[in-house]
């Protein structure tokens, strides 16, 4: 298997739920992002992790919280989530966080909060 | 801060024709790496295309060519002989050389008509 693999596909929680999306990736990359894409809005950088570096977008509630116990996979875990948090959740990959390298995307995770 | 601009939401074009989709940008950085992604139905993000700032000379990928004006920021992707497949969410996309970030337009829908 190869590429950027996105688990579930999709989910539907009610908002006192906890779950977890998982991303794994076979490409010998260092650096992994979570992106939020919405309707009709342009996709929002959630997280980046690096070798060098963890970057998040400040903007980001704390009801999300990321995980990247190592180069290959990344989680990011939602607990009691908001309708509005509902969303296409993809994650991607690079080698290196910076300049020309191009990301790798998944599949995505559509998520629904009811 | 840096801003990508994708000013038409959607687009149509007949099978085999050729259609350009227009994407402006706005960076204080002269170092800079320019993108455009295709996200089809099944979701994932594809890269298409990339630019380097610092090069002349426009991208080329077989049918698909980029309408590189560093002055006018501005970062055009011209589809050639358009193909039914190529119906997808067209995003370009703006990193710095320095940076981690790669922010994304709001998209262009393409529709390729038979």
């Known amino acids: 298997e190869t590429g950027v693999t996105q688990t579930p596909r999709h989910l539907v929680m009610g908002m006192t739920n906890k779950k977890s999306l998982k991303c794994e990736q076979h490409?010998?990359?260092?650096?992994m992002y979570w992106y939020k894409q919405s309707a009709k809005k342009p996709l929002e950088l959630m997280f980046v992790?690096?070798?060098?570096?963890?970057?998040e977008n400040n903007s980001v509630p704390s009801r999300f919280s990321p995980e990247c116990p190592n180069s290959s996979h990344l989680f990011l875990h939602l607990h009691t989530l908001q309708p509005e948090d509902s969303a296409l959740y993809l994650c991607?990959?690079?080698?290196?966080?910076?300049?020309?390298?191009?990301?790798?995307f998944g599949n995505g995770t559509r998520l629904t909060v009811t | 801060a840096q801003t990508v601009t994708q000013s038409q939401p959607e687009m149509s074009v007949q099978e085999a024709e050729t259609v350009t989709l227009s994407c402006t940008y706005d960076?204080?950085?002269?170092?800079?790496?320019l993108f455009w992604y295709k996200q089809p139905p099944s979701r994932q993000m594809i890269l298409v295309i990339r630019?380097?700032?610092?090069?002349?000379q426009n991208a080329t990928e077989n049918r698909f060519s980029v309408n590189f004006q560093k002055a006018a920021k501005s970062f055009s992707l011209k589809i050639s002989d358009s193909q039914l497949g190529d119906t997808a969410m067209y995003f370009c996309?703006?990193?710095?050389?320095?940076?981690?970030?790669?922010?994304f337009g709001g998209g262009t829908r393409l529709m390729v008509k038979p």
């Open positions: 960076t204080s950085e002269n170092n800079y790496y």
């Open positions: 630019q380097e700032a610092y090069k002349q």
């Open positions: 490409l010998g990359h260092n650096a």
């Open positions: 996309a703006l990193r710095n050389n320095a940076g981690n970030m790669l922010t």
């Open positions: 991607a990959s690079s080698q290196g966080a910076r300049g020309q390298s191009p990301l790798h």
């Open positions: 992790y690096s070798l060098e570096e963890r970057v």
